[in-house]
C-alpha cells in the first residue's frame, strides 16, 4: 500500500498471509481496535531491529497502512527505514514469525530480525 505523506510517497506491503495472521492474533486478544505497530530502533546484531507490538491508538506522525482489513501502524521515522518494504509472515521448519523484506538494507542478520543501512 501507498501513502502519499506530503513531500513524498512512501509504501508498505502487507501480504495476505501477514494480514490473516494479525487477524489471527487481533481475534486471539480480543479487541478489534488493535493494529499492529512496526517499528524500527538502533540495536541488534546488524545495527537497526525491527519491533512488532500490539497497539490500540494512533499517534500523531504514524502512518496506518491496510490490507484484508487488517491494520498496520508505523511512525514516520521508522517508515523511512521501511519505505518499499514489505511484511509477511512466514511458516516453515523453524518456525514461524513476522518477516520484514525491506530493499533499505545491505544486510541482514541470520534471524532477519535486524539490519543495516
Do not use: K, W
Amino acid at each position: 500500500m501507498t501513502v502519499d505523506t506530503g513531500a513524498a510517497t512512501r509504501a508498505l506491503g502487507i501480504t495476505d498471509r501477514a494480514a490473516r495472521r494479525i487477524s489471527d492474533l487481533i481475534a486471539r486478544e480480543g479487541n478489534g481496535a488493535l493494529m499492529l505497530r512496526l517499528s524500527v530502533s538502533g540495536g541488534g546484531c546488524s545495527g537497526f531491529q525491527y519491533g512488532f507490538a500490539f497497539d490500540d491508538s494512533v499517534n500523531a506522525d504514524d502512518i496506518v497502512f491496510e490490507h484484508l482489513g487488517t491494520r498496520v501502524v508505523v511512525d514516520d521515522s521508522s517508515l523511512d527505514l521501511l519505505d518499499g518494504g514489505e511484511l509477511d509472515f512466514v511458516e516453515d521448519l523453524m518456525g514461524s514469525a513476522f518477516q520484514v523484506r525491506n530493499p533499505n538494507a545491505t544486510s541482514s542478520c541470520g534471524c532477519g530480525a535486524s539490519f543495516a543501512l
